[in-house]
């Protein structure tokens, strides 16, 4: 996932990136704000989240996940659009079926909001051959051809405005690394260069250019968070190919369901928030983290690293309306699962 930039979000990162890479004495800190915006109308956690601009103005989106109670407890087909200027929530249709869906991965890409994967809401646990398009302007929903291997919890990115890009996830009898491409135009799936290593799901990272971070995830659930961050240059002539390298780990132990997304601005991906236990599942309310990783795709170092006032986790990714990244639900401290439009604030900070 990567963020067209937007002038009040290039004069923040804009100066960050400057200082850093000719001058290594500062870098990038996530600074602790209290949200004023519109809380989400139902709350809800592995939600799948994008961004869309219409008409210079930004809107998100949160489709299905799992809520606290009622019929939103084992996952929902909620949908639900938000209007950043007019700081309000709208109810949109919801999903096509009878059932809801929780790890579903969500991307916009022209004018459309992508929805692929996810698994059944209802207890069972089974995979989900989704592939919907949504179209804000007539608020309908568009089946589409189901990925070749279906999977949950996965990693999406959108590369040149035009291709889905489906990294690793949850799939039947267990994890898988294999990398998914949609052509949005032709609307046909191809595979792409495989994810090094065992496959894994709940990870988080971003895609910025024709470069894709990726990091963290459980290769069981339950399961101790993985190691092993990769960076991968997708090949212009040909997307299908990836050249895959290896990265460091951002600081301290390694992530499952965090949220992350690429900042086209300053070629940064920004990682917030997640769980590094190995005892309990996100429906068991795992630990969350406070914590925030910036990486640099360019130097392929970890630049910057925060702390939020909230800590939260089950992210299916972030969202920006162009002054600042937000996370939409998930689970706070206690595995509560909320509905708070939570900021992530960027700027550059002395090393001390």
């Not at 592995?46 to 210079?56: F, Q």
């Not at 998914?180 to 260069?193: K, L, R, V």
């Not at 961050?229 to 040909?238: E, F, K, L, Y």
């Not at 970890?302 to 689970?331: C, F, K, N, P």
Request: negative net charge; proline residues 9%.
């Amino acid at each position: 996932m990567a963020w067209k930039p937007f002038a009040a979000l290039i004069a923040t990162l804009a100066l960050a990136a400057c200082a850093l890479r000719p001058d290594p004495a500062t870098k990038p800190t996530a600074q602790a704000l209290v949200t004023d915006r519109a809380a989400m109308p139902v709350a809800l956690a592995d939600n799948a989240v994008a961004a869309l601009e219409r008409d210079g103005r930004p809107f998100f989106y949160s489709v299905a996940g799992q809520g606290s109670a009622g019929p939103y407890r084992d996952g929902s087909r909620l949908a639900f659009e938000y209007d950043a200027l007019e700081d309000r929530w709208h109810a949109l249709p919801p999903l096509p079926g009878a059932r809801g869906l929780v790890g579903v991965a969500a991307a916009g890409v022209g004018g459309r909001l992508y929805l692929v994967g996810g698994t059944w809401g209802d207890g069972s646990d089974r995979l989900a051959r989704t592939a919907l398009a949504f179209d804000p302007a007539t608020r309908t929903y568009t089946s589409l051809p189901t990925p070749p291997l279906p999977v949950a919890h996965a990693l999406i990115g959108v590369y040149a405005e035009r291709y889905l890009v489906l990294v690793a996830g949850r799939a039947e009898g267990g994890t898988v690394s294999a990398v998914q491409m949609f052509d949005t135009e032709a609307e046909e799936w191809f595979p792409a260069s495989q994810l090094p290593g065992p496959g894994r799901f709940g990870h988080a990272g971003g895609l910025v250019g024709d470069t894709l971070l990726v990091t963290g995830g459980r290769r069981a659930p339950g399961g101790t968070p993985v190691a092993g961050s990769w960076a991968g240059t997708i090949n212009p002539d040909d997307p299908s190919v990836i050249d895959w390298e290896p990265v460091p780990d951002p600081p301290g132990a390694p992530l499952f369901a965090a949220a992350g997304g690429g900042v086209a601005a300053s070629g940064w991906v920004v990682v917030a928030g997640g769980t590094a236990s190995a005892d309990l599942t996100p429906a068991e309310g795992a630990p969350a983290r406070a914590a925030v990783h910036v990486f640099d795709l360019d130097s392929r170092q970890w630049i910057g690293e925060g702390r939020r006032r909230v800590a939260t986790m089950a992210h299916r990714g972030l969202v920006s309306d162009g002054d600042q990244i937000y996370t939409l639900g998930g689970r706070g401290p206690g595995g509560v699962i909320t509905g708070a439009v939570i900021p992530v604030a960027l700027g550059p900070q002395p090393r001390g």
